[in-house]
């Protein structure tokens, strides 16, 4: 109701035993809430500790003062003791929740979900409930895939599995189906003889990544066909001009092939009278990021030289810097 942590120093407990007697046990406790995403009290962690050959091992009853402190004096040491446990559980439990990665821990042969963190959620969809519940029962989907056996060769060999942009497809309650790529690992988490008994999974969603690589890809491959059947020569540079990439026109006019014409080379088949100026002006737009429009000669395959108006624009990445050059040649 509180919402606030509790402390019991000494608690009397009397347990009974299997033959019918009472024995008397002394325990100290803390009790402390645990606050879900709408910051209300979810749960609350109990933490005891059995206290009882504290209190049996006090000082004698004829120094009862001194007794009671001493008594007082150890269960507060325990106290403190829970305190910190309790302060270090809810530290490590916040980085759980609040990481950005997601993360689950499955438990067992079944391989049942016994802990899963916000990220996780968000990712398989907020409706689920997925605690208590094995991988097989929640994601039936998943099955044949390939993610249920990884986890049961985790369990089996101990070693990690790590996998980088793997595609998974899902059934969402509210978008579906969908289609993911993440980033992930599977560590075995092993008890006191070192058997493997639970998996942990730590990943990250890159499907947003993915998907701009995939349509970054489509767009260059979109230019480069525009360009190919362009009657001009079109070209493009790196942020520094080192040119990179030219059309098939460029390679027929010239007779040249790449390995003549990348990077700086392209000076080769400019007029040696043109060259100095074009290519001191060429690095000052480069410098500042500016528009470059110039004229120039440049060599034919058959030695012949014609005049070409040299157009070049720079394109800029989100943070404003030159990523690349786009230029054309008339």
């Not at 407990?13 to 024995?23: C, K, L, R, S, V």
């Not at 916000?118 to 409930?129: A, D, K, L, M, T």
């Not at 070192?194 to 890159?206: F, M, N, S």
């Amino acid at each position: 109701d509180s919402g606030e942590v509790d402390h019991l120093p000494l608690i009397p407990y009397p347990i009974a035993q299997p033959d019918g007697t009472t024995e008397n046990k002394y325990w100290s406790a803390t009790h402390t809430p645990i606050i879900g995403a709408d910051g209300r009290v979810q749960f609350v962690l109990q933490n005891t500790h059995d206290v009882t050959t504290l209190y049996e091992n006090r000082l004698p009853a004829r120094d009862l003062p001194t007794a009671s402190a001493e008594i007082v004096r150890r269960a507060e040491a325990v106290t403190l003791r829970n305190l910190e446990l309790d302060a270090a559980t809810g530290f490590m439990r916040n980085i759980f929740e609040q990481a950005p990665s997601f993360m689950q821990v499955v438990t067992g042969p079944e391989l049942v979900v016994s802990l899963v963190n916000q990220s996780y959620r968000r990712i398989v969809g907020p409706g689920r409930e997925v605690i208590g519940h094995s991988l097989r029962e929640l994601f039936p989907e998943v099955e044949g895939q390939g993610y249920f056996e990884m986890y049961e060769e985790v369990l089996a060999t101990g070693k990690i599995i790590s996998h980088r942009g793997a595609p998974v497809d899902l059934d969402d309650p509210v978008e579906g189906r969908k289609r993911l790529f993440i980033d992930f690992n599977l560590t075995p988490l092993v008890d006191a003889d070192g058997k493997p008994t639970a998996v942990l999974l730590q990943g990250y969603d890159v499907t947003a990544q993915k998907t701009a690589e995939a349509q970054l890809i489509e767009a260059e491959e979109r230019f480069r066909l525009m360009a190919q059947l362009a009657p001009n020569h079109i070209w493009t540079a790196d942020e520094t001009g080192a040119i990179e990439w030219v059309n098939d026109t460029v390679y027929s006019y010239s007779g040249r092939d790449a390995s003549s014409l990348m990077g700086d080379k392209w000076g080769e088949i400019v007029h040696p009278d043109d060259y100095p100026h074009v290519a001191k002006y060429w690095a000052e737009c480069v410098a500042q990021g500016f528009f470059y429009e110039t004229e120039f000669r440049v060599r034919s395959a058959s030695g012949e030289y014609r005049w070409f108006l040299v157009r070049a624009a720079p394109v800029r990445g989100a943070d404003g810097k030159v990523r690349r050059w786009i230029g054309t040649n008339t």
